[in-house]
């Protein structure tokens, strides 16, 4: 199959292509700054000469976006939605100008806009979207207006040929550097991978050989479209998460933050402390019910096998 990734440089880009290219399809990559054979220019905003990629494709997956790992200010949040939105309506634009449009396009979504909640799991189905929660930050509400407006941004294209799943991804985890689990692995290393601000907050994750094989189930299915939740089906507090990971690399502690601590600390990494605080307790309702299965389901064994592929040479 012919596979197009918008937006396929970053750190998820980088564990679809290496895995879609090991098993024979040809992948482009969409990329403002191509620098490698299979990359082409475009600028995420408008029809361009790359649009010949998407004309006779077998499917798109748009990942394009501002990276969510900045300070939350209010440039940088208008910069994300900018960024998600102008991507994904203009790769509809394009599927829908095609001749030969793909048969399926798969739209990069976020688990942020569930309800930051502790007593219940959002699926598809009965999962509540965010935004209104009470005693919360206020910018946490448009990160969830970022989501929203990401998917209608999809749902709209006139694209009848294509079918359309927007997926709902929570943290990919692989061994890549500059990823999500290098960033927390560094951290339980230091001795600093204890609980945040108590850690109650759920922590929904994805291992990504899951993410992949979630990928390529959805394509090869004709009968799911719309939002699905690609995440694992057992999300855990995050000092159960972080205490299974000290215990895969083999820290014995790790220091606990309180919420003023992490907001110093992610000040310093010109991060934000939502992706720390909000709990975010995600269940894959769609995929399980269409039979899929996890290969690694659990954290615990999640966290054992990236770092063994870690420490054997990262991306293996």
Not at 48 to 53: D, F, M
Request: aromatic share 6%.
């Amino acid at each position: 199959m012919k596979i197009v990734i918008p937006g396929g440089t970053g750190q998820v880009g980088t564990v679809l292509k290496r895995a879609l290219s090991a098993a024979g399809h040809d992948v482009v990559v969409l990329s403002r700054h191509p620098e490698r054979q299979g990359e082409v220019r475009w600028d995420g905003a408008k029809p361009g000469p790359w649009t010949e990629e998407l004309d006779g494709s077998d499917v798109v997956v748009n990942l394009a976006g501002r990276s969510v790992n900045c300070r939350y200010t209010p440039a940088n949040l208008r910069e994300m939605m900018d960024s998600r939105v102008d991507s994904a309506r203009v790769v509809g634009e394009a599927i829908a100008a095609a001749a030969r449009p793909p048969r399926i396009w798969l739209q990069m979504s976020t688990a942020t806009v569930y309800a930051h909640r502790f007593d219940a799991p959002h699926d598809e189905a009965t999962g509540v979207i965010g935004g209104t929660e009470p005693d919360v930050p206020g910018y946490w509400a448009y990160s969830v207006e970022i989501a929203k407006a990401w998917e209608r941004a999809q749902e709209s294209a006139d694209t009848p040929h294509t079918r359309k799943v927007a997926l709902r991804t929570a943290m990919v985890m692989s061994p890549d550097r500059g990823g999500v689990f290098d960033v927390l692995l560094r951290l339980a290393r230091l001795g600093l991978g204890g609980p945040v601000a108590g850690g109650a907050q759920y922590v929904s994750w994805i291992h990504d050989q899951d993410f992949v094989r979630a990928i390529e189930f959805l394509v090869a299915r004709d009968d799911i479209d719309g939002p699905v939740n690609l995440a694992a089906p057992e999300p855990l507090p995050h000092r159960a998460f972080m205490r299974a990971l000290r215990a895969a690399w083999g820290v014995p502690v790790g220091l606990p933050a309180t919420r003023w601590m992490a907001e110093a600390g992610a000040f310093v990494l010109r991060s934000d402390t939502e992706l720390l605080l909000k709990s975010r307790r995600v269940v894959p309702g769609r995929l399980l019910d269409a039979g899929f299965t996890f290969d690694r389901p659990t954290w615990p064994q999640a966290a054992d096998d990236l770092v063994r592929r870690l420490r054997g040479g990262r991306a293996r």
